[in-house]
């Protein structure tokens, strides 16, 4: 920093490698005028190369008499797509390279070399960008026009002739690698009288402490752990993380600094700040307040996923009033339950549901919808072209009728956020430099993709722990360094020259990645620098990832010297930071065995509340006493629920008592006339297309929905032919009850029961449950029985003359009796087999006896306010369960016996209606 007070003490510029070093130094500069006790000072010169062209630039302007428009990146980047789409469709990342080429021609000095391109000397690829790259420099001559990347060499002439200032000294701080462009004007200035410096931050054998750890997830731990007690040893410390690839390691990242670092950040209420942050960007389009913004505009032009018209409810960013939260997140509950919404819905049709429970903020959501969709009207979105910043215009009439960003105080990077975004949708009104109008739809993907290559940095927060890239490292300084990732995979990146210049032009010029040498070289200079960027350096690497073994990378052994690597269990021994002991549970404890009786004057629930008991006592009370609900998750097509649900439906609609309806089939004489007269199909079609008619929503279907549901149908009615068949083969039957409702008492636990079906044999009545998924009578047995629906309408049903309980099994190649008879005087089918299946445990008195007594227990238990979490079978019954974040079953999990899975899925698991 010496360096750096000196220079601007005197009158200097003070150029770093990347705007993070200019920002970081100008903080530390800041800290140094306060520690003089200053309370005001001048804004001291330091920029990043980018920033101090535009300085001159602007200089340039005062003093010349005419100049160019310099275009801003989105307007050079609308220029290369019109070109290069010009006669071809190219995607549009193909103008995002052109622009990187032309870039890199004007960076190296090269564009020289572009009349080449066409004489043989360069691949398909290259030749087609030297013909853009003639367009896009003829149109620029034309139109007076300048690209940004060919400002350093424009301002040459203007600094010879003295129309810009320069400084008496330029520092240059933190410069892996001085580009020509940057050389020529370092050079005109220095022939101008300007001192040029660079700061000597580059060390040859630099010290530093070799740590390999067992995999990535070691390697951080480690890292954390070291860091913790670092921090504790001086809590002002500063200290750098470097590590590869960060995109893709954040969120581990994240994860393991907040477990070891601060724990306490899990809470959901914790606002302290965290000791570490992240110095790379996030594209703008991921901000959240600014993500609504953008699913906003594009609910308006196309459907929005059912995820996100989730997320845009519960975001906050479109509501009037704060305390909306819990009022929209149970509408969005009840729209995932009932509305029947395609998973991709547009904004019509999900402004056209009636909530079923009205609240203020659910009317004033649709009040909303309603409005945006006369906006969308008004304003022609579908029929109009418009300049972009006429777009724009209409932008912020939608945002501002949707609330946002809401009515919640935003935090600060939030505000940042916007006043970025503010920034950007400024840049992107220049776009229309060229008079182009668009259509909305365009203006959403173009407002859309430009946001997601738009990088937002908030303010740094200064916190102690900075976590960065290799590169973006230099110019700055710490107390101490770790450098993760120094496996012989990943340092020096492996990247490639540029597709759309030759090879041959790259490594002329000594382009970046045009040679593994040049790579290597540059990679070596990075290592040293990063080592002498502070007096404690460390550097690790994992053996392994999921690609097989990895070692040390070359550069570490050449950087540093010779010196055996310590485990990463060593290291953390002489840290004496155990890591072993962060696994330990964080479980608080809280004693309270007084049970919660349910009220035996209130009916609990449906004979489903003992079928929860038996699997899991926890279960039973989480859905019946907390209402805890599973949110459904939209899915393309039918749930093997809504299979079940909608087979249920075509029965219950189909067979009848005799008298209740003329279309429905009453006996089994109703099922053979139907099958001789061939009306079997008709009568299916209709009721299966009536249960259908009943479930569809207000919305349009598409031809995707219509084809789908088509198949379903078609599939559903081979499905219950093939039950008819099996029907129509039994012995003679009627229909004498079906999805009958009523209550019983068990044991004092009031439930309404309802069964699928009674029929009427000859010997008395059978009672039957549909199934889907697989089962067998053995459901009903022990003490934790996994069905008990049949064995309580059997036991408390009050059913005349009961000669048998029985699944009927509807599966796809699987239909039949499965269950209990009373004795081998029922005859069920005309089978014999089947009877006597059915009649090898017959529903005898004692059979029945110990249903009642078990079913009695059960409905003690629930009565009594048993809640303890114990799955009948762990982990099977927590297969499905979608409850484990709430009983915290894995917490426990080390007490729970787990069961070998012998007979595979038994059905016990499965959905009501399965
Ligand atoms: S996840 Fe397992 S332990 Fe937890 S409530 Fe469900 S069945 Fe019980």
Known sequence: MGDVLCCLRSGGVVLTGNARAARALGRRYGQAQRAEGKTAWPTPRIYDWEGWLGVLWNQHLLNADEAPLLLAQLQERAVWKRIVQTRSDEPESMAVLAAEAWKLLSDFNSHGELQSFWQGRASDDAEAFGKWASLFDRECRKKQWMSRSDLAFF??????????????????????????????????????????????????????????????????ETCAGWLLRSLEANPDARISVIVQNIDTARGEIERIFRRILMPASAGIDHRDALPYEFSLGQPLATVPAIAAALLLLRWLALPLSRTEISWLMLSGFCSSREEDGAELALLDAEMRKYSNLPLQARLQAVASYRPRVSSPASRSFFTMLGGLDRLAEREGLERRSRSISEWLQVANRVWSHAQWPGARTLESVEFQALARWEKFTGDLAALEFDGSRVGFAEFVTLIDRYSRETIFAPESRDAPIQIMGAFESAGQQFDAVWFAGADDQQWPPAVRPHPLLPVWLQRQAAMPHSSV???????????????????????????????????????????????????????????????????????????????????????????????????????????????????????????????????????????????????????????????????????????????????????????????????????????????LDYEAEREDFAVVAREKDFEAAIDGLKLRLRVDRMDLISSGRLILDYKTGPVSASMWDGERPDDPQLPLYATHGGVEDLQGALFAQIRAGEVGFKGRIINDTVTVTKDPKTNSSLNKNPLDRDMLGSWRETLGNLAGQFLAGDASVTPKSFPKTCRYCALPSLCRVAETAAALEPEEDLDGDDGSESSPHE
């Open 155 to 220: 301002l040459i002439p203007s600094i010879q002739q003295g129309w810009v200032e320069l400084p008496a000294e330029i520092l240059l701080v933190g410069f892996d690698r001085i580009t020509p462009a940057q050389r020529a004007l370092l050079d005109v200035s220095h022939a101008r009288g300007c001192t040029v410096r660079e700061t000597a931050t580059r060390a040859e054998d630099a010290p530093a402490q070799i740590i390999r750890a067992r995999d990535f997830r070691d390697e951080l």
């Open 517 to 723: 040498e040049a790579d290597w070289q540059l990679a070596r200079e990075v290592t040293r620098r990063i080592a002498a960027s502070a007096p404690e350096c460390i550097v690790s690497y994992a053996e392994r990832d999921e690609s097989g073994d990895l070692r040390a990378s070359p550069l570490i052994r050449e950087c540093f010297a010779p010196q055996p690597p310590l485990s990463s269990k060593e290291f953390r021994g002489r840290l004496n930071f155990p890591i072993e002991t962060l696994h330990v549970c964080r479980t608080v404890e809280l004693e309270d065995s007084s049970p919660m009786p349910w009220p035996r004057d209130l009916v609990a629930g449906g004979a489903d509340i003992l079928k929860r008991q038996s699997a899991c006592p926890f279960q039973a009370f989480a859905v019946r006493r907390i209402g805890a609900e599973e949110l459904r998750e939209s899915e393309r097509g039918l749930t093997p629920l809504d299979r079940g649900n909608i087979l249920h439906k075509v029965l219950e609609s189909l067979w009848s008592p005799r008298g209740s309806t003329d279309l429905a089939l009453h006996d089994r004489r109703d099922l053979l006339n139907a099958r001789s007269n061939q009306s079997i199909h008709r009568l299916l079609d209709d009721h299966i297309e009536r249960v259908f008619e009943t479930r569809r929503g207000s919305y349009e279907e598409s031809q995707w929905d219509r084809e789908y549901l088509r198949i379903e149908r078609s599939r559903l009615h081979s499905l219950l032919l093939q039950w």
